[in-house]
T-cell receptor
């Protein structure tokens, strides 16, 4: 089951904040976040694990609510370089381990 | 440290032909993942290889296949190409298996089927 991301798209002015949400209908052990700039490969941002462990980008913050099966990515004081599509990834263990990504949230930061 | 590399960058094929895409993971990474990203869409899981074995595959027909070599590089083969196979194919590697390991993506191979 693909995780659901919201919003689908957001436009910000430089310096503004944004929150991107990711929710799953299944119990989660972890959530991964990636950013993909136009024409480039996705880049790892952060992993949030059940139990509170996190690793990733120092300037990015995120939360993981295990009970609600949700994660949120917080982008504060946005910069032009934050523009891109943000994907959250979860894992499906049905029939074997595989990564499932949300449809993505397109973020555009303008000057 | 060199990142994940993929070749070729672009590939143009005719419907019915076969395509071979290649991926070299980051040195020391044993897991390789393949994803299909159709234009404007998200990442669809294709295949996962670890230690030379296929560990899992996504909901794709059998004409999508691949392998992982002893040096952990990987190859994705797509037989009997169809127009809807046109997409960006991304390879990613990780240093371990499990949900605690991030994936590092290569630049992708843009496959166009005409």
């Amino acid at each position: 089951q693909q995780p659901v991301q919201s919003p689908q798209a957001v436009i910000l002015r430089e310096g503004e904040d944004a929150v991107i949400n990711c929710s799953s209908s299944k119990a989660l052990y972890s959530v991964h976040w990636y950013r993909q700039k136009h024409g480039e490969a996705p880049v790892f941002l952060m992993i949030l694990l059940k139990g509170g462990e996190q690793k990733g980008h120092e300037k990015i913050s995120a939360s993981f609510n295990e009970k609600k099966q949700q994660s949120s990515l917080y982008l504060t004081a946005s910069q032009l370089s934050y523009s891109g599509t943000y994907f959250c990834g979860t894992f499906d263990h049905t029939g074997g381990f595989k990564t499932i990504f949300g449809a993505g949230t397109r973020l555009f930061v303008k000057a | 440290e060199a990142g994940v590399t993929q070749s070729p960058t672009h590939l143009i094929k005719t419907r019915g032909q076969q395509a071979t895409l290649r991926c070299s993971p980051i040195s020391g990474h044993t897991s390789v993942y393949w994803y299909q990203q159709a234009l404007g869409l998200g990442l669809q899981f294709l295949l996962w290889y670890d230690e030379g074995e296929e560990r899992n595959r996504g909901n794709f027909p059998p004409r999508f296949s691949g392998r992982q070599f002893p040096n952990y590089s990987s190859e994705l083969n797509v037989n009997a190409l169809e127009l809807e196979d046109s997409a960006l194919y991304l390879c990613a590697s990780s240093s371990g298996t499990g949900e605690g390991y991030e994936q590092y993506f290569g630049p992708g191979t843009r496959l166009t089927v005409t």
